[in-house]
């Protein structure tokens, strides 16, 4: 028999089985309790969360715009799912090539690439830069008072084509490393027997190994700027 409880804190619940806690708000997560412990303890952490897609916006399926949006990990799950809890950012930049020949090439690949991380530093900058001090974080007047946020991208949605993308590995099956979320080889990526210590995950640390040792090309990393 599975032992179930459930623990009251705020205005939401966690659920347990065999000391085993289910996480229902990302508050309530590992991730939110590290970031906490890297700023000031008298502010706040302001979860950033990215929505992006291309999508057609004709029935030829011609005219295609990239967009992007944005909502908050502070605002509840239930509140979060509605519309209106989600704001658009913007449109990101399509590149399209001259020809078959040109969106083969790898500097026009490159140039692509260059031009997504170059337009999400854009839109994203101006919460992360503040000009006016030395100091990070922003000042947001929430119901008439002032309080102090870090901004922190928690969470991106996206397709799978998109999170290559994002993490800039290569989008090719036949890459050592094909993965985009984890530094598994594609012979192991479907061995059952492999354990938790085993999996390298593609986390800021171990990525940023790569980049400045040089050797991006060993994990199937793609050698452009990545803004995360």
């Given at each position: ?131 006016d001090d030395d100091d990070d974080g922003i000042e947001l007047k929430i119901n008439n008072e002032i309080f102090w946020f870090f901004p922190r ?76």
């Open positions: 028999m599975y032992r179930k409880s459930f623990i009251k804190s705020g205005n939401f619940s966690t659920f347990c089985i065999e000391n085993e806690q289910s996480y229902g708000e990302q508050y309530t997560g590992n991730w939110w309790k590290k970031v906490k412990k890297s700023i000031s303890s008298v502010a706040y952490i302001l979860s950033i969360i990215l929505y992006s897609d291309a999508t057609t916006t004709d029935t030829l399926g011609k005219g295609l715009l990239h967009l992007i949006y944005i909502s908050l990990g502070n605002i509840p799950t239930w509140r979060r799912n509605k519309e209106d809890a989600k704001q658009l950012l913007g449109y990101l930049l399509i590149l399209s090539a001259k020809n078959e020949r040109e969106k083969k090439f790898s500097e026009f690949k490159k140039l692509v690439h260059k031009t997504f991380h170059n337009s999400i530093k854009f839109l994203l900058d101006p919460l992360f830069t503040n000009d991208v928690s969470t991106i949605t996206c397709d799978w084509s998109e999170a290559y993308t994002f993490s800039l590995i290569y989008k090719s099956t036949n890459s050592n490393y094909p993965c985009y979320f984890c530094l598994v080889s594609k012979e192991n990526l479907n061995n059952t027997r492999l354990r938790d210590n085993q999996i390298v995950l593609c986390n800021k640390e171990n990525i940023l190994q790569y980049y400045n040792n040089g050797t991006t090309e060993k994990a199937s990393l793609k050698s452009v700027f990545n803004y995360f």
